[in-house]
C-alpha cells in the first residue's frame, strides 16, 4: 500500500537553534498526486462516554433545567459542536459500554433502573440518557451514531435486539421503539462490537476474542435497507499480535478494526494539565508523536492481509490523559486543556492525515468534560479548549485530497521518545481549495517557513493562528478566550513560496486559492 508519509530531515540533529537566535527557515514541498487519498472526514470523530460530567452536565441537562436547553440537551455546546462539523460521536463507552445494558436506557425516564457506573467513581447512573437521547442528539448534531455495544457482560441476544430496535422498520423491537416515541428507525453505520476486550471489556485473550467477535457479530443483522459497518474491538498502543490475529480470523466478518493509545509516559503518575515544565511539554509530543510508529506498525499487518485495504483502522480512542484537576473526583477524569494539548492534538490529525488511506476514523477522547476535551463546562458556563480550536481550524480538511509533502525542519532530541520535529505540517485540497496547517513546536523559536508551492498558482486567502503567552495557558470560567483563534497576517506568497513567519507554540492554517 502507498503511504503518504512526509520525510522529516533533521537540520541539526541534536539540538536547535537557542532562544533568539534565527534559525534556518523550514521547508515544506507539496508534492500534489491524484491517487492521494481524500482525508475522511470521520478522522475527526468525537467519543462521549457516560464517565464524570460528559453527558450530564456536559451533553445532556434535561428538559427541566434552568440551563439554556435544546430538547434537553445544551444549547451552548450543541451550538459550539456544530462549528466543529463533527461527522461521527462514539457512544456509551468506553469502558461503560461493556455493562451498559440498553433496555435500562429507553421508556419514561422516571421508571428507568438505576446502576453503579463501576468504571467511573461508583457513581449512580440514572440511565436518563439513553438510545433515543443519543440518536435524537446524533440528529440535532448532523452526525453519524456510532454504537459500542456490550460484549463482556451482555449477550449476543441483547446486542443483536439493539441493532433491531434502532433499525428495523416492523417486528417488536420496532413496535417497543414506536411506543417510546420514535416511529421512524434510526440509521445506524457503526457498530463497535465491544470496547477494549483486552482489558475493561472483558479480559480476553486475542484468539478468545476473534471467536466472540465472529459470534456476536453474526446476529447484528442489517435491517431494512440499514448496512452496518463493524468494527471488532482493537489493539492497545503497541499489541501488534492483537492486530494479527484479528486480521487472520476474523477479517472477513468486520470492516474495521480500533486503535487506542493515549500519550501517557508513566500510568502510575500522569502529571497535572497545568503547571507543568518545558521537559515535561517536550516529552509530551514525544509521547504524541508514537502515534506515527503505532499507525504504521498495525497498518503494515493490515496490508499484508488487506492489500487492497478494504478495512479500516479505526483509532477510536486517543488523545492526552493527567492527573485529574484536584478537588475533582478521580474517577470523572476532568482536566483541564492548554496551549499543549492543542499541540498534541494538530500533530495527532496531521498523522492521520499522513496515513488517511488506512485510517479510516479517529476519536478524541472525549467531547466534553473529559480527558482532552473539547468543551468544559460549570453550571450554566462553558468553555472552549485549545484542542477545541484546533479542530475547528482544521475543519477544511475533513473530506479533503491530501496533498502529499516533505518537510525538512530541526528536530529536537527528547530522552528515550521520538524526536520532536520543529515544524509539523500537512495541507489538502478541496474545489481548488488548499488548505495548509503548520505547527511550530518550539516554545522559544519563532520560524520562518518556506512552502513551496510546486508550481500551483494560488492566492493567499487568510490565515488564523492560534497561539498563547505561555504553553501552560488555558481557558477557564471566569477568562474563557486566553488561547483562542487569531487572524494571522505573516504570510505573503513570494516567488511561488508561501513564506510564513510562526511565532513560537503555534498552529496556523492557511487558506489559498
Ligand atoms: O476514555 C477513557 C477510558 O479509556 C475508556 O473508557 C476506555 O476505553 C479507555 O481505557
Not at 525542519?409 to 481548488?432: H, Q, Y
Amino acid at each position: 500500500m502507498k503511504h503518504y508519509l512526509k520525510s522529516i530531515f533533521a537540520m541539526a540533529v541534536a539540538g536547535v537553534a537557542t532562544a533568539g537566535m534565527q534559525a534556518a527557515p523550514a521547508v515544506v514541498e507539496l508534492k500534489p498526486a491524484a491517487d492521494a487519498p481524500v482525508i475522511k472526514k470521520e478522522i475527526y470523530g468525537q467519543f462521549a462516554e457516560h464517565l464524570g460530567r460528559c453527558i450530564y452536565g456536559g451533553l445532556w441537562v434535561g428538559e427541566e433545567s434552568g440551563i439554556p436547553n435544546t430538547q434537553g440537551y445544551r444549547t451552548d455546546v450543541l451550538n459550539a459542536l456544530r462549528e466543529l462539523h463533527v461527522p461521527v460521536l462514539r457512544w456509551p463507552g468506553g469502558c461503560f459500554a461493556d455493562e451498559y445494558h440498553w433496555m435500562d436506557g429507553i421508556g419514561p425516564r422516571e421508571k428507568r433502573p438505576l446502576m453503579v457506573n463501576s468504571n467511573w467513581g461508583g457513581t449512580v447512573e440514572d440511565n436518563s440518557f439513553g438510545t433515543n437521547e443519543f440518536f435524537n442528539f446524533c440528529e440535532l448534531l448532523g452526525c453519524e451514531p456510532y454504537l459500542s455495544g456490550n460484549v463482556g457482560s451482555g449477550t449476543v441476544e441483547e446486542l443483536a435486539k439493539w441493532v433491531e430496535y434502532i433499525t428495523a422498520e416492523n417486528g417488536p423491537m420496532a413496535e417497543m421503539r414506536k411506543r417510546n416515541g420514535r416511529e421512524k428507525p434510526w440509521k445506524l453505520k457503526y457498530l463497535g462490537v465491544g470496547n477494549e476486550s483486552w482489558g475493561c471489556g472483558g479480559n480476553f485473550t486475542a484468539d478468545f476474542y476473534a471467536n466472540v467477535y465472529r459470534r456476536y457479530q453474526t446476529y447484528c443483522r442489517d435491517f431494512d435497507g440499514n448496512k452496518l459497518y463493524k468494527i471488532a474491538s482493537g489493539a492497545n498502543a503497541g499489541d501488534y499480535n492483537w492486530t494479527e490475529v484479528l486480521m487472520r480470523d476474523a477479517m472477513h466478518h468486520f470492516n474495521g478494526v480500533s486503535l487506542h493509545y493515549y500519550s501517557v509516559g508513566d500510568w502510575s503518575y500522569k502529571g497535572p494539565a497545568t503547571g507543568f515544565s518545558n521537559d515535561d511539554y517536550y516529552n509530551t509530543l514525544g509521547l504524541c508523536l508514537e502515534m506515527e510508529t503505532l499507525v504504521q506498525r498495525h497498518s503494515d499487518i493490515m496490508d499484508r492481509f488487506d492489500p487492497e485495504v478494504t478495512k479500516g483502522l479505526m483509532v477510536d480512542e486517543w488523545g492526552t490523559w493527567w492527573e485529574v484537576e484536584p478537588g475533582t473526583n478521580p474517577g470523572h477524569l476532568f482536566q483541564q486543556n492548554t496551549m499543549r494539548d492543542a499541540i498534541v492534538a494538530a500533530l495527532t490529525l496531521n498523522i492521520f492525515h499522513e496515513h488517511a488511506a488506512r485510517v479510516h476514523m479517529a476519536n478524541i477522547a472525549q467531547i466534553a468534560n473529559v480527558l482532552q476535551a473539547m468543551v468544559l463546562t460549570q453550571g450554566p458556563e462553558m468553555v472552549l479548549t485549545p484542542t477545541y480550536y484546533v479542530f475547528k481550524m482544521y475543519v477544511p480538511h475533513q473530506d479533503a485530497r491530501l496533498v502529499p509533502l516533505a518537510v525538512t525542519t530541526d528536530t529536537r532530541f527528547v530522552e528515550g521518545r521520538k524526536a520532536v520535529p520543529e515544524i509539523s505540517a500537512t495541507c489538502s485540497e478541496k474545489d481548488g481549495v488548499y488548505t495548509v496547517s503548520l505547527t511550530n513546536t518550539s516554545l522559544e523559536q519563532a520560524n520562518k517557513v518556506n512552502v513551496d508551492l510546486a508550481g500551483l498558482k494560488l492566492k493567499f486567502a487568510g490565515a488564523q493562528v492560534l497561539t498563547a503567552a505561555s504553553v501552560n495557558d488555558f481557558n477557564d470560567f471566569g477568562q474563557p478566550e486566553k488561547v483562542s483563534l487569531k487572524e494571522f497576517k505573516d504570510a505573503r506568497i513570494s516567488k511561488g513560496n508561501l513564506v510564513v513567519d510562526m511565532p513560537p507554540m503555534s498552529v496556523v492554517t492557511l487558506t489559498l486559492r
